[in-house]
């Protein structure tokens, strides 16, 4: 069977104009990539974030080194109303939270151009607002409190 499609083949390529040697026929090569966007886990140690919700109340969560305070909420299963619409593309302001003035400081990362264009159409800007989506969790931010604003404004609408 093989040697008839080889000899199909021969034929068609030279109705084409193509002529080739025998040993011209490429062998058969299978590759293989595995591609991922996850992020190695860097380590299993977790890091406990408090989020002040507007009536007063503390929710507390947990997660691990590189985790954003959004993975936080949807690991924790934690309800905010409206909080993380976009699932941390960056095109919505529903996962803004403000941080204290200390803890604006040991953040090792400034805001992003994309992020800032974001915060500007969040409900109840201030100083200290970041994307919930942008921090990630580290040892240095261990213990972290957040500030839930009293609403949402989801920029996608």
Sequence with gaps: MASIV??????????IGLHFQQSAFPKLVLHH????????????????????????NKVKG???EGDTLLDVVVNNNLDFDGY????????????????????????SD?????????????????????LGCQIELSEELDGL????????HDARS
């Design 110 to 130: 400034q805001p992003s151009e994309e992020e800032n264009d974001m915060l500007d159409l969040a409900y109840g800007l201030s100083d200290t607002s970041r």
């Design 145 to 152: 409190e957040v500030t839930v604003p009293a609403s949402v």
């Design 6 to 15: 080889a000899r199909s083949v021969r034929a068609n390529l030279k109705l």
């Design 62 to 64: 947990k997660g691990k």
């Design 33 to 56: 990539r595995n591609v991922t966007t996850a992020k190695p886990i860097l380590s299993k140690k977790e890091y406990e974030v408090t989020f002040v919700l507007p009536n007063g």
């Design 84 to 107: 993380g619409a976009c699932e941390g593309t960056l095109t919505c302001s529903t996962c803004h939270v403000i941080l204290k003035k200390a803890d604006y400081d040991r953040l």
